[in-house]
């Protein structure tokens, strides 16, 4: 996350907890993104908005060999320690970093993998955020990102669906998200244009986990598209 739109505070807290067992961000988005994700025995992997640290446990239980956590919340950065207290202190670290800025701290071609789980519409310098992700990432390396879904958006906020604006989502009575709505041209348009090749896209639905999570927005995934999830490469 950047440091104006990160969870900070009681809103890190809010979402670590919705992040561990939510019907749309554990058993939806989490379950589509680690399929792409595939094998990733051996791996560097980039975690880039990584939160409370759920991708990162789950890619190190399934064998990376290193994960680089990095977010501007340090809140979440703080949830994302306890989660992994049981990992060895070598095989990650945690950066409090804004995604806006460059990731100065990575070198080139250090990562095979690098994950931008539902970060990617906060940011307002996505090209100049995508030209770092393929900076860092080796010939041949992959790229997942997820993102919500531009119907999905155009459904809930109304209006033309080719309107690009910072919106807010409501999740209780005190807490939004903030972010921009895009269309599907512009996603896919900014990630070839940086370099990436498409390999994958996935719609996700909710899984069996997510109706006993949720029954509601379990539904509500099999009848809108809530975010997509993309597979791509650095060639």
């Not at 067992?21 to 994700?37: I, V």
């Not at 990436?196 to 809108?224: M, Y």
Request: net charge negative; aromatic share 8%; charged share 25%.
């Amino acid at each position: 996350m950047t440091a104006e739109t990160a969870y900070h505070g009681p809103m890190g807290e809010l979402f670590a907890a919705q992040a561990t067992d939510s019907a749309y961000n554990a058993h939806t988005d989490r379950p589509a993104m680690l399929e792409l994700a595939g094998d990733v025995q051996g791996f560097r992997v980039l975690d880039l908005g990584c939160g409370a640290g759920h991708y990162a446990a789950d890619l190190l239980a399934r064998g990376a060999a290193f994960v680089t956590g990095v977010d501007g919340s340090a809140s979440l950065l703080d949830a994302a320690r306890r989660r992994l207290a049981g990992v060895p202190a070598d095989r990650f670290a945690l950066h409090l970093h804004d995604l806006e800025r460059p990731l100065g701290f990575l070198p080139d071609a250090s990562a095979d993998l690098a994950v931008a789980a539902l970060v990617h519409h906060h940011l307002e310098r996505r090209a100049e955020f995508l030209a770092e992700v393929h900076r860092v990432l080796r010939p041949g390396g992959g790229f997942l990102l997820s993102t919500t879904h531009p119907t999905g958006d155009w459904v809930g906020f109304g209006g033309s669906y080719f309107d690009e604006e910072r919106v807010r989502l409501p999740i209780d009575d005190t807490h939004a998200l903030d972010y921009r709505r895009l269309t599907l041209e512009t996603v896919v348009g900014e990630l070839l244009a940086a370099g990436f090749v498409l390999e994958q896209l996935r719609e996700p639905r909710g899984t069996d986990a997510a109706r006993r999570a949720d029954e509601r927005r379990w539904r509500k995934t099999h009848q809108q598209p809530m975010f997509l999830a993309l597979r791509l490469r650095r060639p």
